[in-house]
């Protein structure tokens, strides 16, 4: 699905949403007389110091005017990998985003991140695994890393790798595994629209406490994480 | 990865009250050794999972070395080795058994 | 008995004082950075709990998965610890590994009362594990920002060979406030990935002196990405880090405000600087090129002349 097919289909009341150079912004009246702020990243654009910086603003805009969801759109590259952004401190920048979308779902307006095209690495951590409530639509495929970089770090063959992933969801792109591993709550389908499916999410929306270590663990992807968190915590608070 | 047992009885146990410890780090040419003080006084034992496959021979002319050296009575060695030279297994075991040797605080 | 006790606290500070953290096991540095003998290890290499992805790649595990986490003391206060051991896995985040760090951070924002300290020392995700290993530094950030509501500081300590790299830049952003030596590095993507990605003119990944310039502890602290910057050794980083804890103010709406000025400030003063050297000039430094030969203590006062920090807005 196109971002206009994605947009027409997830507000068909109309929207002000715009896509400038990859950065998008607007916003659209839900179907319950909720106005939702909108952004993300368009086209598969790398997630720099300029877009990040752009981004964190419209969250932190948003903030003291209204209180609807924050949906997040993400069809990026990965981090953009440069000099520039590196040397001018890009991971603040990143972190900045996540705590602006993170600071929102704590106070009034939750967020959620709808994955309909790529993304990777650290412009996932900054946008998508930022939200309370990771969709992935029609035609999502995040990566982590990509197999013929992982390849090259562990120096094992395309193959090789390929089979290993037949064998656990731990490592390998695409949206099935990150959603086994607790980071996509649902997955929507183009059979029906996207505003039916929104719809159906905000009415269901989760408490603002982070459980995807649960649901990991719950689909069988992430065995561990849930339970070694709840004792280290058990015995932090033991130990006063 | 290959996996190796080792026992061995010792003279007498090892000093110290303290009950486990922990060197080393998991790394190419670096092993981890845990110790912990839960066999009875006279038995040693060394459990090893090793990165470098077919040096059961020099694990052993080492471990015979060092319990001989030691007296490591009464304490399991656990074993996490990426790969490391017999004179660095040799140097961890050893400081892992004067760590073990210390009093508790 | 305090005779005993007070020599084995002189004892601690001397070598705390000479051990150089950079070269020290993740050990090592909890064991000198807080009050002698007060670490308590939760989940420690006594329970094996290592991670169950790397038998897949004939991988070594490490008992503790290479972090270490628990409770003691700094300046008799108590402070809740995790630090990374850069040399296991490139202490990059797996799913037991990132767990840990995720628990601790959940207790304190319960507690409220007990900063954290993070010892960095990461390449980012561990690639064997990487879904898993992603979504742990994803939880981490959030739980680092639930505990900062709470009222918690949490103080980011960035010197170990690994650096401070990929997810984990990303979670020290997320600090309350950051120390830094002139090995501790901090970026997102590394030299090597650059250059594979972009070619060798827009980074040469084996050009040490452009790494450090770019993303090395001078660099961050002159930027003010870190708040202090300390000389390598473990007693430099103790001292930074109750520095910090007795600077750190409480977060909210206002400081991320704050920051979104200084990051803008910054993309505007610096946005087409082509070096880290084009930034110390225009900051005012002179003979901006030897700023990587000063030693620690002019490095210091110089960074604390530039005055830029932010811990107010981050």
Known sequence: ?240 | MEDLSFQHRARERAGGTRQTAIIGVVASGNLEVLVERILSDAECRLEIKTAAVGFGEVWNAVIVDFVERYSPGGLKFSINDGGARPDTVSLRLAQAVRLIEEDDQ | ?314
């Open chain 1, 1 to 240: 699905m196109t971002l206009d097919d994605i947009l027409a289909s997830l507000f068909p009341d109309g929207h002000d949403v715009k896509n400038d150079k990859g950065v998008i912004f607007g916003s659209a009246t839900l179907r319950s007389g909720v106005k939702a702020l909108v952004i993300g990243v368009a086209d598969r654009t790398a997630v720099g110091l300029d877009e990040a910086i752009k981004l964190s603003g419209y969250v932190l805009d948003s903030l003291e005017r209204e209180t609807g969801p924050i949906l997040v759109l993400v069809d990026s590259d990965s981090q953009r990998m440069s000099k520039r952004d590196e040397l001018l401190g890009l991971n603040e920048f990143l972190s900045h985003l996540a705590k602006s979308l993170i600071y929102a779902d704590m106070h009034r307006r939750p967020t959620i991140g709808l994955l309909y095209g790529h993304s990777a690495a650290g412009a996932l951590l900054a946008t998508g695994l930022a939200t309370r409530v990771l969709v992935g639509l029609p035609g999502a495929a995040p990566a982590v890393m990509d197999l013929p970089s992982m390849a090259k770090v562990t120096k094992l063959s395309m193959e090789a790798l390929e089979e290993k992933a037949k064998s656990t969801p731990v490592f390998a792109p695409g949206l099935s595994n990150l959603a086994k591993m607790g980071a996509v709550r649902v997955t929507w389908n183009d059979a029906g629209s996207l505003a039916d499916q929104l719809d159906t999410l905000l009415a269901n929306m989760p408490d603002a406490h982070d459980r995807r270590d649960a649901l990991g663990k719950e689909r069988g992807g992430r065995l561990k994480a849930a339970e070694i968190a709840e004792r280290v915590r058990d015995l932090a608070l033991q130990s006063q």
């Open chain 3, 1 to 314: 008995m305090t005779a005993p006790l007070k020599h084995a606290a002189q004892l601690s500070a001397e070598r705390a004082q000479t051990t150089s953290f950079y070269e020290a096991s993740a050990r090592t540095r909890v064991e000198l950075l807080l009050d002698s003998g007060s670490f308590v290890e939760f989940v420690g290499p006594e329970k094996r709990e290592v991670s169950p992805h790397l038998k897949i790649f004939d991988l070594p595990e490490q008992f503790d998965d290479g972090i270490v986490v628990g409770r003691g003391r700094l300046d008799g206060s108590p402070v809740f610890v995790a630090a990374q051991e850069g040399r296991f896995m490139g202490g990059a985040f797996g799913e037991v590994h990132g767990a840990k760090l995720t628990g601790l951070l959940r207790a304190a924002r319960e507690i409220e009362s007990i900063p954290v300290l993070i010892l960095f020392d990461t390449g980012g995700v561990r690639l064997q594990e990487a879904n898993a290993g992603e979504l742990a530094i994803a939880e981490i950030m959030r739980a680092v920002m639930e505990a900062r509501t709470a009222g918690v500081k949490v103080i980011g300590l960035i010197g170990g060979r690994s650096g401070c790299y990929g997810g984990g830049g990303l979670i020290a952003g997320c600090c309350s406030a950051l120390a830094v030596s002139e090995p501790g590095r901090i970026a997102v993507s590394g030299p090597e990935v650059i250059e594979t990605n972009r070619g060798v003119e827009e980074f040469d990944s084996r050009d040490r002196a452009l790494v450090w310039r770019t993303m090395g502890g001078k660099h961050r602290r002159l930027l003010g990405a870190a708040d202090v910057f300390t000389d390598d050794t473990v007693q430099g980083f103790r001292d930074a880090a109750l520095e910090l804890l007795g600077l750190v103010g409480a977060f909210g709406l206002d400081k991320l405000q704050a920051e979104q000025v200084r990051l803008t400030d910054r993309l505007r003063s610096f946005g087409t600087c082509r070096d880290a050297i084009d930034i110390w000039a225009a900051e005012g430094i002179s003979h901006a090129e030897t700023v990587p030969d000063l030693p620690a203590d002019q490095f210091i006062s110089l960074a604390n002349k530039i005055g830029r920090t932010s811990r107010d807005a981050r």
